[in-house]
């Protein structure tokens, strides 16, 4: 059975660092073709795709916030962190964790997100 | 900004049919990268409803359908149940950006 599941801050102050892990089970990230993105969708609008990492440890970014974004894998450990700097009230959003068997394909197996609220 | 383009909102009668367009472009859907669907319950993650095109996930009822041509796809549900009510996404890969795009979503109601 494939679970994910998103931790991290609920609340950030503006210019902060965010920080978020997914931690996830019934698959491994080591399994060829194997991929996890983070998708954000904030309060009442459409959802937005932000970064993926593949079992080969391929990155790829959201093209208007990629200097902002960085993605890693701890294999051993079932893990895939965020990190989002210079954190904006814009950036309030639900960020989900979520599994696909490609880079290109269906996600099949969503977290069930968590709330990010950015407020001084 | 989202890249595929969907109407706000539709609505149906029960029993009724209904169809969401997605509408994307030529680094999209229409260079022929599959489109996906997704159901979003009030205060729920997303859940696949139709992968690659028009194909149903497991326990996903055969009411919902998909299709795709050219730079656009649809999504039908007919027999529409009150339980259908939802956010509905289109999704599919974006060439020029290298990701994943989103349609803009569409909210059906059951009146």
């Known amino acids: 059975q494939v679970t994910l599941r998103e931790s991290g801050p609920a609340l950030v102050k503006p210019t902060q660092t965010l920080t978020l892990t997914c931690t996830f089970s019934g698959f491994s990230l080591s399994t060829s073709g194997m991929c996890v993105s983070w998708i954000r969708q904030p309060p009442g609008k459409a959802l937005e795709w932000l970064a993926l990492?593949?079992?080969?440890?391929?990155?790829y970014y959201r093209t208007s916030l990629k200097t902002r974004l960085t993605i890693s894998k701890d294999t051993s450990n079932n893990q895939v962190v965020l990190t989002m700097t210079n954190m904006n009230p814009v950036d309030t959003a639900t960020y989900y964790c979520a599994r696909s068997r490609g880079v290109i394909v269906e996600v099949d197996y969503w977290g069930q997100g968590t709330l990010v609220t950015v407020s001084s | 900004q989202s890249v595929l383009t969907q109407p706000p909102s539709v609505s149906g009668a029960p029993g009724q049919r209904v169809t969401i367009s997605c509408t994307g472009s030529?680094?999209?859907?229409?260079?022929?990268?599959?489109v996906h669907w997704y159901q979003q319950l009030p205060g729920t993650a997303p859940k696949l409803l139709i992968y690659?095109?028009?194909n149903r996930p497991s326990g996903v009822p055969d009411r919902f359908s998909g299709s795709k041509s050219g730079t656009s796809a649809s999504l039908a549900i007919t027999g529409l149940q009150a339980e259908d009510e939802a956010d509905y996404y289109c999704?599919?890969?974006?060439?020029?950006?290298?990701?994943?795009?989103f349609g803009t979503g569409t909210k059906v109601t059951v009146l």
């Open positions: 030529s680094s999209n859907i229409g260079a022929g990268y599959d």
């Open positions: 690659v095109n028009n």
């Open positions: 999704q599919s890969y974006d060439s020029s950006l290298s990701g994943y795009v």
């Open positions: 990492i593949d079992w080969d440890d391929d990155k």
